[in-house]
C-alpha cells in the first residue's frame, strides 16, 4: 500500500499498528463471533476494551488517584458549553485566557450558556493582535477574577499554531482558581503534570483516536461540584458514577482508542512521542527560519506549537501552488485553516518522522525552485 503522508488537523493521522489491528480483529472480536461493534456494552466483551482504554489514559497521563478518566460525546465544542453549564455557579465569574479560535469560540459558548448559569463569562487575557495571535498570554497580562468559578485556557491553539509552555519561558497561568483547560490538540502528545488542572478535555481525533469520542480527565472534587438540576446526560458527574457507561458510549471509537493508546505505550509513552513530536517540530521550523524569508511563521518562537507548525509564503499564488503539489506528492491536509490561510502541518503522535523529512525535503526543493 501507498500509505498518504497525512498532515491533516483532525481527523487525523492514527498509527498504522492500530488499523492493522482493527483489520484483524474487525470480524470476529476476541473469537466472540461477532465485531466489537456488534456487542452489548453491558457485556463483559466491551466492558473489558472501555476499561482498558481508560486505564491507558489514566496510565500514560500518570494520574493520581483522584483523577478520572470519562468518555463522552459531542466532541470538544460540546465541551465548550457543557462546562459553562456544569461548573459556573449563578453569580458567580468563569475567567477566559484567549490565545486563538478556539478559545474565542469557547468563550462565545460559555456566553450562550448565561441563562442556564446566572454567571457571568470574563476574557482575563486576549493575545488578538489585528487578525491574528501570535503567543500566548504571559501572567503579568492575566485580569483574574477572584473567586472565580474557574479559569479556561487552550494550551494548543490548532489553527494558530500557538501553543502554552512550549518553553519555561511560556509557562501556563498560574491561577487560584480551579483550572480548566482544552487540551484537544496536544493532549499524549507531550508529558504534562495534571496536578495543577481540574479539568482537562480533548476531542480524541488527533492524538487519541478517531473522532466521536471526547475525553474528560478531571479531579473528582470538580466533577462532585457540578450541578445536579441539569439533564443527567449533560452533568459530567453522571458519567463519572458510572464509569462512562450512564448511555451507549461511542464503543468502536473507543475501541479505536485502547488500541491507538496500547501502539503509544508499547512504542514508549508519552516521553518518548514527546521527544519525537519535538525533533518532528524541529525539523520544521529549521527549515522555515533558514529559508531567508520565504517562508514565514508568524508565530513567536517561544509559543510555537509543537504539533501545529503554520507558516506563509510570500503570496497566495504560491501557497496554493505549494498545497498543489504536496497533494500531488500524496503529503495531505497541508492547507491552513480557512479562516487564516496559509500552510498548517499537523504532526500528532501518529505522524512518521519520515514523512516530516520528506515534507522538510520538498521545502527545500520548493523554494529553491520559486525563492
Ligand atoms: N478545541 C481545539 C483546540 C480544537 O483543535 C478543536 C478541533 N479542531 C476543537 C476544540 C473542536 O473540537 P470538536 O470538533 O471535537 O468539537
Not at 459530567?236 to 451507549?248: D, I, P
Not at 491552513?336 to 500552510?343: A, D, F, L, P
Amino acid at each position: 500500500m501507498n500509505r498518504a503522508m497525512n498532515f491533516s488537523a483532525g481527523p487525523a493521522a492514527l498509527p498504522l499498528a492500530a488499523l492493522v489491528r482493527a483489520q484483524s480483529e474487525l470480524v470476529d472480536f476476541d473469537h466472540s463471533g461477532m465485531s466489537i461493534m456488534e456487542q452489548s456494552h453491558r457485556g463483559k466483551v466491551y466492558e473489558n476494551v472501555h476499561h482498558e482504554a481508560i486505564t491507558l489514559v489514566s496510565e500514560l497521563l500518570e494520574l493520581p488517584k483522584d483523577y478520572e478518566v470519562l468518555f463522552v460525546q459531542g466532541g470538544a465544542s460540546t465541551a465548550f458549553a457543557q462546562i459553562a453549564m456544569n461548573f459556573l455557579e449563578a453569580g458567580k465569574t468563569a475567567d477566559y485566557v484567549v490565545n486563538g479560535s478556539w478559545g474565542e469560540k469557547a468563550v462565545n459558548e460559555g456566553r450562550a450558556m448565561v441563562n442556564v448559569s446566572g454567571g457571568t463569562i470574563h476574557v482575563a487575557a486576549s493575545t488578538k493582535k489585528d487578525k491574528n495571535y501570535v503567543r500566548v498570554p504571559r501572567q503579568d497580562e492575566l485580569t483574574l477574577t477572584s473567586d472565580a468559578a474557574y479559569v479556561h485556557i487552550t494550551s494548543n491553539e490548532t489553527i494558530h499554531g500557538v501553543e502554552f509552555a512550549v518553553t519555561e519561558r511560556t509557562p501556563f497561568p498560574k491561577v487560584s482558581a480551579p483550572l480548566v483547560c482544552d487540551m484537544s490538540s496536544v493532549i499524549l502528545g507531550r508529558r504534562i503534570d495534571v496536578t495543577p488542572f481540574d479539568f482537562i478535555y480533548a476531542g480524541a481525533q488527533k492524538n487519541i483516536g478517531p473522532s466521536g469520542v471526547t475525553i474528560i480527565v478531571a479531579k473528582k472534587s470538580m466533577l462532585d461540584r457540578g450541578r445536579k438540576d441539569l439533564p443527567a446526560v449533560l452533568q459530567y458527574r453522571v458519567h463519572a458514577e458510572n464509569k462512562s457507561l450512564y448511555n451507549t458510549p461511542p464503543t468502536f471509537g473507543v475501541y479505536l482508542v485502547r488500541n491507538t493508546l496500547a501502539w503509544l505505550k508499547a512504542e514508549g509513552g508519552v516521553a518518548w512521542v514527546e521527544k519525537r513530536n519535538r525533533d518532528k517540530a524541529r525539523v520544521l521550523y529549521d527549515v522555515i527560519d533558514n529559508s531567508g524569508g520565504f517562508y514565514r511563521c508568524p508565530v513567536e518562537p517561544d509559543s510555537r506549537s509543537i504539533m501545529n507548525v503554520v507558516w506563509r509564503l510570500p503570496t497566495p499564488e504560491l501557497e496554493e501552488a505549494f498545497v498543489k503539489e504536496t497533494t500531488h506528492a500524496r503529503m495531505i491536509g497541508l492547507k491552513g485553516h480557512r479562516s487564516v490561510g496559509g500552510i498548517r502541518a499537523s504532526i500528532y503522535n501518529a505522524v512518521e518522522p519520515e514523512g516530516v523529512a520528506a515534507l522538510a525535503s520538498f521545502m527545500k526543493d520548493f523554494a529553491a525552485r520559486h525563492g
